[in-house]
């Protein structure tokens, strides 16, 4: 099996509706390193992040973090997610209470069968 360095995964801002962030690639398993979500306004707002399976989509059963509070212009470390595996289609998804204030940088290691 083939592994690479950690790699960004994604980079982006949450809108108010949940959305794929990443998705792992057919034949690839991907381990979550880092999720950190970045508050750039100057009022508090919340992160809700899901662990969705292959052909899934985002509900309750599979939230790995909800409504986790970010204060303004801080940043959150996201503990839920890390060492998480993806197996080959399944995906992360992510929002927050307000769209377009909220930046997430995901990272991880990809390996191949």
């Known amino acids: 099996m083939a ?9 982006g801002q ?11 690639p057919t034949g ?10 970045v508050n750039t306004d100057t009022s ?21 973090t909800n409504a986790q509070a970010v ?6 470390n996201d503990p839920n997610e890390y060492g998480l595996v993806l197996a080959p289609g399944d995906a992360i998804y992510g929002n927050a209470d307000t769209g377009s204030q909220v930046n ?3 990272a991880g290691f990809q390996a191949t069968s």
């Open 44 to 64: 508090a707002h919340t992160v809700t992040f899901h662990i969705v399976p292959n052909g899934g989509s985002s509900a309750t059963a599979n939230i790995s």
């Open 104 to 106: 997430v940088f995901i």
């Open 14 to 24: 949450l809108s108010n509706s949940s959305a794929a962030l990443y998705t792992s």
């Open 28 to 37: 690839v398993w991907t381990q979550l390193t880092k999720v950190l979500a």
């Open 71 to 76: 204060l303004a212009g801080q940043a959150w």
């Open 3 to 11: 592994s690479s360095p950690i790699v960004p995964l994604y980079n």
